[in-house]
């Protein structure tokens, strides 16, 4: 093995004898099936046969042969190979052994240190008078109607409803910006403020025209650092009217009759939401302890897969606001290599937990794969039995059963931790 990676090299050599009982038996298939000008198939010689396709017999050979005994000589010297092997080196000579060196990766074999009643600390599960003021103001909000406004004009908090097109003034062959319905929130924080400044005191059936210099750091890329000139066609005004927290209310957006029902509910939503993500926390800084406590070599294999995860990820990101990957101007290779230092301690922490796992033999059941497939299919707005068909067709779902495991053993290590309440920063008081 190389010093500090988990690269292996295996020579294989395979007996001569062996070498030429694989060539006979794949030189007789093919002179059952082989058409040759003069003979009927199965009568033309074995030595015409071995001259006419001698390249493709010798590639069957070390296809059949290399990969079976590549197979024994890990068993034999019970190495736990990751991802497929690299052959090179072959020598393949006429009453010679077959030989070739394989080149691949192994799992590293490393000692597990403590992992019981490690300290950790996790932050507060109590739920505050703001955080439940907030969440039922958010409520509010999502229940709120928009109202047409008749008796006066547009105005800053109103939002106008408009069909616009936008021409470039510096590119007359761009393709307009048009939309149709769409909604400005007036002097709101998303609002280009040439909108909200041309907009202010419109009414219905009114028309504006005005150009916009959107910045070079703009949000929208396609728009950064352009000018275009706007023809904005008003449709309505509207004002947001937000309900009153009452029973009413209460009564409106859930299956409680009073306000204070609904807030113990929203109340008790917040206390699980809030203890989910203060374990999380604190089960992520426990893996982390231990990722920091073992020094070890990971394979390549696994980091470079899970850096193509992260940035199939990230290309999933970009396509779901519609933004083309090939626009944006990354750097892929300066983002792998970015992605890797974060990518190695994830697959150290990974094999460090299945360690664990097979430690203390956790196992998962059918019934506990079958939950998580479910809730994958829900997430995906498919039928749990055709996300089930396709995990087991592509092989995925020993992938599933190795994610169920390992966290699992997470959970051992958090429940066996000593949980300590994270330490609140006070900020320095000024001296008087």
């Avoid at 993500?277 to 089960?283: I, L, N």
Wanted: with cysteine; charged share 35%.
């Amino acid at each position: 093995m190389e010093s500090g990676t988990c690269k292996k090299e295996l020579v294989i050599e395979i007996p001569p004898d062996i070498v030429r009982q694989e060539s006979e038996a794949v030189t007789a298939q093919y002179r059952r099936l082989a058409r040759i000008p003069g003979f009927r198939p199965g009568r033309a010689p074995a030595s015409l046969i071995r001259r006419h396709f001698q390249d493709d017999i010798r590639n069957e050979v070390v296809q059949t042969l290399l990969p079976k005994y590549f197979e024994n000589a890990v068993k034999e010297q019970k190495m736990s190979v990751i991802g497929r092997p690299h052959f090179a080196d072959l020598k393949f000579e006429e009453d010679s052994p077959l030989t070739c060196t394989a080149k691949f990766e192994v799992l590293p074999e490393f000692e597990l240190k403590n992992y019981k009643e490690l300290e950790v600390e996790q932050g507060t599960l109590e739920v505050t008078e703001d955080e439940l003021k907030k969440s039922l103001e958010d409520l509010r909000e999502r229940a709120a109607t928009f109202e047409p406004v008749e008796d006066r004009p547009a105005e800053d908090g109103d939002y106008v409803q408009v069909n616009y097109r936008g021409v470039g003034k510096s590119d007359a062959e761009a393709k307009p910006l048009e939309a149709n319905d769409a909604m400005v929130h007036l002097a709101s924080d998303g609002a280009v403020p040439e909108f909200t400044e041309n907009l202010r005191g419109a009414k219905p059936g009114g028309v504006r025209e005005f150009d916009v210099n959107y910045p070079e750091d703009y949000a929208s890329k396609a728009l950064a650092g352009k000018s275009l000139s706007y023809r904005v066609e008003i449709q309505s005004v509207k004002k947001k009217v937000v309900p009153e927290l009452d029973n009413e209310f209460a009564k409106s957006v859930s299956e409680f009759k009073t306000v204070d029902e609904l807030k113990a509910r929203v109340s008790e939503n917040l206390a699980a939401h809030k203890k989910y993500e203060a374990e999380s926390g604190a089960k992520q800084d426990l893996l982390k302890q231990l990722v920091a406590a073992h020094s070890f070599p990971v394979p390549d294999t696994l980091v470079e897969a899970q850096i193509d995860g992260k940035l199939e990820r990230l290309l999933g990101q970009l396509i779901s606001q519609g933004i083309d990957p090939r626009n944006v101007g990354l750097d892929w290779q300066k983002l792998r290599e970015d992605a890797r230092p974060e990518a190695e301690k994830d697959v150290r922490g990974s094999l460090i937990l299945e360690k664990v796992a097979d430690a203390e033999s956790i196992e998962v059941t059918e019934d506990e794969i079958d939950g998580l497939i479910r809730d994958l299919a829900q997430e995906r707005r498919e039928s749990p039995a055709a996300l089930k068909t396709r995990l087991t067709r592509d092989g995925e779902l020993p992938t599933i059963e190795r994610r169920l495991r390992n966290q699992k053993a997470l959970d051992l290590i958090y429940h066996n931790a000593k949980i300590k309440p994270k330490s609140e920063v006070v900020p320095d008081q000024a001296e008087g």
